[in-house]
């Protein structure tokens, strides 16, 4: 129900746009979180917007590089990613948190994509 895509290859410096199109449902009135998993490395938290999009979190890591954003007219959540650098390589993932509030753990999100692959050269 959750597919993402814009994943690929980039050059440190970089920029690429990851999109989260949702279907079989509306998640119009769910918060909705981008994480990433890095080779042996926990799966963490990087952005979260709620449902009106008046709420935003980001990762100290990716502040300031990386913006959430929502267009629920086409149920599409987009991850626009700057500046990237080697260190975010990962598999990253959009999920939908259908409680109240913003969902900050990976255990407050109900539905997952199956990732798509970020690689940062150096």
């Known amino acids: 129900q959750l597919v993402e895509s814009g994943g690929g290859l980039v050059q440190a410096g970089g920029s690429l746009r990851l999109s989260c199109a949702a279907s079989?449902?509306?998640?119009?009135?769910?918060?909705m979180g981008w994480f990433r998993q890095a080779p042996g490395k926990e799966r963490e938290l990087i952005a979260a917007?709620?449902?009106?999009?008046?709420?935003?979190y980001y990762g100290d890591s990716v502040k300031g590089r990386f913006t959430i954003s929502r267009d629920d007219a086409k149920n599409t959540v987009y991850l626009q990613m700057n500046s990237l650098k080697p260190e975010d390589t990962a598999v990253y993932y959009c999920?939908?948190?259908?409680?109240?509030?913003?969902?900050?753990?990976?255990?407050?999100?109900?539905?997952w994509g199956q990732g798509t692959q970020v690689t940062v050269s150096s």
């Open positions: 079989g449902r509306t998640f119009g009135n769910y918060a």
């Open positions: 999920a939908a948190d259908r409680g109240y509030g913003l969902g900050l753990t990976v255990r407050e999100y109900d539905y």
């Open positions: 917007i709620n449902w009106s999009g008046a709420i935003i």
